[in-house]
Structure formats: C-alpha cells, structure tokens
C-alpha cells in the first residue's frame, strides 16, 4: 500500500503539498504489521513493539533471569513476568536501552523517537513547550489523551479524564521490568525508551501512571525494560507541491478525488 497524505484544508486548494511514501506497510523483523496514525507531521505505530529479531535479522536474547537482567550490557528483552503466552500480544515486549542503541529495533524506514520527537508529539496535543522541557509530571491532560483501553487501566485520575484515548494514540498500562529484573505495575502505568542519553548509566524515557493525567518525564537505568513505540523516518516521505506522482506519472490537484488518497497502486 502507498499512502498519500494532503496537508493543505480543501478550502484553500490551490497550493496543496503532498507527502507521497513509497514503502510498504510497517513490518518488523517476525514480519509483524503494525497499524500507524499521524498526529501533527509525525506517523507513529499504533501499538508498542513486538519483534524478537531486529530488522538485519538478528535474533533479540529473551532473558528471563533476574540476575542476568541486571548484568547485561548488550540488547535483550522480555515479557511482563516472563509469560510468553499472552503478554506480548497485547502489550509488545519490554527492551533493554541496548536494545535501543544498536539502531536496528525498529522496522525498517522507521526508528525509535529521540527525547526532542517525543517532545513533538506532546506539543502537538497542547503541551507547552517549557513544559515539555520540565521534568516528572507534565502538562494538563497529554497523558489522558495518549492512553488507550480503559478496561485494562486502573482506575484513577488518568481514565477519567474526559480526554481519555481521545487521539488515538492507544497506549495500553503493560507494567515496567526494573533494571534489576523484577516486574511491577501491569494495569497501572506503562513506560517508554527515547534515545536520547541522559548519561553514561541512564537514557530519557516517558511515562503514564493511572493516577496521573499528565505525562511523565524522567530517566531510566539502562537496564530496565521498557516498552517502544516507533515513529517513522522523516527521509522516508517526498513532499510534492501542486499534485503527486503516481506510478511515474504526475497527477495535478484537479484530477484527483480530494476524500481519496491511499491505495493509488
């Protein structure tokens, strides 16, 4: 599928821009699809990462020891609990920050969020931007409008907020692996790497905690487990001005069905 994007609104047609992306659907490397969604210029998968081999192939290390857990200084992942029946279907897996760093985790043409791309999107759902700065609790409601299935979620200030789950952005309450291999928290707060180094031992990461509305923003040890959520590459799109091409052909605003603009080939 090819997916054509128009950021001009149809009242003003007469200098659209276009983005044309001419790779497939977002597949990682088990040949998992993921949904996307756009929010502001930025697509993001709809849900977190599930993929136990990276995208060169490469097998990821399923690591269930404690001990373990805690002396690794190279990529590896789990589920919550080390329960591979059901927990990874519904919440993705927990990664390591080696995992992250080796910058093949994520499909291809799309990649982990650095600290400043995940700023972006809080900004897009009306966080400041010298709130996006701060750390810890942040912003108004940004955390009640990025979560998803209440069913699952404690109940709490996080659920009912009147903006829960309105962007769609559907993130689910799958608990935290702590760098010392111990699990905590499913139903109540959920947890994702950027890749963005706070320093040598820790890397940004943000948060959603039931009781909280807010969005939460702090750093991790390297060797927790963490939930990812991939947004796509920005080298990956051409802008077009006027029209978009089309199996090589140029196709001018005029001819095209404005409320129609995916499966062109």
Same mark, same amino acid.
């Given at each position: 599928?090819?997916?054509?994007?128009?950021?001009?609104?149809?009242?003003?047609?007469?200098?659209?821009?276009?983005?044309?992306?001419?790779?497939?659907?977002?597949?990682?490397?088990?040949?998992?699809?993921?949904?996307?969604?756009?929010?502001?210029?930025?697509?993001?998968?709809?849900?977190?990462?599930?993929?136990?081999?990276?995208?060169?192939?490469?097998?990821?290390?399923?690591?269930?020891?404690?001990?373990?857990?805690?002396?690794?200084?190279?990529?590896?992942?789990?589920?919550?609990?080390?329960?591979?029946?059901?927990?990874?279907?519904?919440? !993705?897996?927990?990664?390591?920050?080696?995992?992250?760093?080796?910058?093949?985790?994520?499909?291809?043409?799309?990649?982990?969020?650095?600290?400043?791309?995940?700023?972006?999107?809080?900004?897009?759902?009306?966080?400041?931007?010298? @709130?996006?700065?701060?750390?810890?609790?942040? !912003?108004?409601?940004?955390?009640?409008?990025?979560?998803?299935?209440?069913?699952?979620?404690?109940?709490?200030?996080?659920?009912?907020?009147? @903006?829960? !789950?309105?962007?769609?952005?559907?993130?689910?309450?799958?608990?935290?692996?702590?760098?010392?291999?111990?699990?905590?928290?499913?139903?109540?707060?959920?947890?994702?790497?950027?890749?963005?180094?706070?320093?040598?031992?820790?890397?940004?990461?943000?948060?959603?905690?039931?009781?909280?509305?807010?969005?939460?923003?702090?750093?991790?040890?390297?060797?927790?487990?963490?939930?990812?959520?991939?947004?796509?590459?920005?080298?990956?799109?051409?802008?077009?001005?006027?029209?978009?091409?089309?199996?090589?052909?140029?196709?001018?605003?005029?001819?095209?069905?404005?409320?129609?603009?995916?499966?062109?080939?």
């Amino acid at each position: 599928m090819t997916t054509w994007t128009h950021t001009s609104s149809d009242s003003d047609p007469s200098n659209p821009t276009w983005l044309y992306h001419s790779s497939q659907l977002c597949k990682d490397g088990d040949g998992n699809y993921y949904s996307t969604i756009n929010i502001g210029n930025q697509e993001w998968m709809l849900e977190n990462l599930k993929t136990t081999k990276y995208n060169d192939g490469t097998s990821i290390p399923r690591v269930t020891v404690d001990d373990d857990w805690t002396a690794l200084t190279t990529g590896a992942r789990s589920e919550y609990n080390n329960d591979a029946s059901s927990e990874s279907d519904t919440y !993705g897996y927990l990664y390591n920050w080696y995992a992250v760093d080796t910058g093949n985790l994520a499909p291809e043409g799309w990649h982990v969020p650095t600290d400043d791309e995940f700023k972006q999107l809080e900004k897009e759902l009306g966080m400041s931007e010298s @709130e996006s700065n701060g750390t810890f609790y942040r !912003g108004t409601d940004e955390g009640a409008k990025l979560a998803g299935r209440a069913d699952l979620w404690d109940d709490g200030d996080l659920d009912s907020n009147s @903006e829960f !789950g309105s962007s769609g952005f559907n993130i689910l309450p799958g608990g935290v692996r702590f760098y010392y291999g111990t699990y905590s928290h499913i139903g109540a707060r959920s947890y994702f790497w950027v890749t963005t180094e706070h320093d040598v031992n820790d890397s940004w990461y943000r948060g959603l905690i039931s009781s909280n509305p807010k969005m939460f923003r702090s750093d991790s040890d390297k060797n927790g487990g963490l939930y990812v959520r991939c947004v796509r590459d920005t080298t990956a799109w051409n802008t077009l001005y006027g029209g978009v091409w089309n199996l090589g052909s140029f196709v001018a605003w005029e001819d095209l069905d404005k409320h129609n603009w995916e499966d062109w080939n």
